[in-house]
C-alpha cells in the first residue's frame, strides 16, 4: 500500500511536469506481480489466511508484529503516503 501510493504520486508528478527532452506523450504501463519472501509457503495449499494472521504468523507472534510495526514505523509511513486510516491493530 505505502509503496503503491509512492508510485501513483512519482507518476502524477512526472506526468504533470515531464522532462523538456521526454517523449510525447509520457506514458507508463504498471504491471504488479505479488509475491511472498517466505519460501515455506505451500504454494499447493489453499491460501485462506487473512493479511493480518499471516504478518503475525511471519513475525513470530503477536509480540514480534508488535516489534515490526515500531521498528518500520509503519503506521507513521502510511499516514505520510497519504494512508489517513492505516489499519495495523
Same mark, same amino acid.
Given at each position: 500500500? /505505502?509503496? %503503491? %501510493? ?16 521526454? !517523449? ?20 499447493? %495449499?489453499?491460501? /485462506? ?12 507472534? %503477536? ?19 497519504? /494512508? !489517513? ?5
Amino acid at each position: 500500500m /505505502i509503496g %503503491k %501510493k509512492h508510485l501513483n504520486k512519482a507518476i502524477s508528478e512526472v506526468l504533470s511536469n515531464p522532462l523538456a527532452h521526454a !517523449p510525447r506523450p509520457v506514458a507508463f504501463s504498471v504491471i504488479r506481480v505479488p509475491f511472498f519472501l517466505e519460501p515455506q509457503y505451500d504454494e499447493n %495449499k489453499a491460501f /485462506i489466511e487473512t493479511n493480518r494472521q499471516r504478518l503475525t504468523n511471519k513475525w513470530g507472534g %503477536k509480540a514480534g508484529w508488535e516489534r515490526q510495526k515500531v521498528g518500520h514505523d509503519l503506521k507513521g509511513r502510511g499516514l505520510e503516503a497519504g /494512508i !489517513p486510516h492505516f489499519n495495523l491493530d
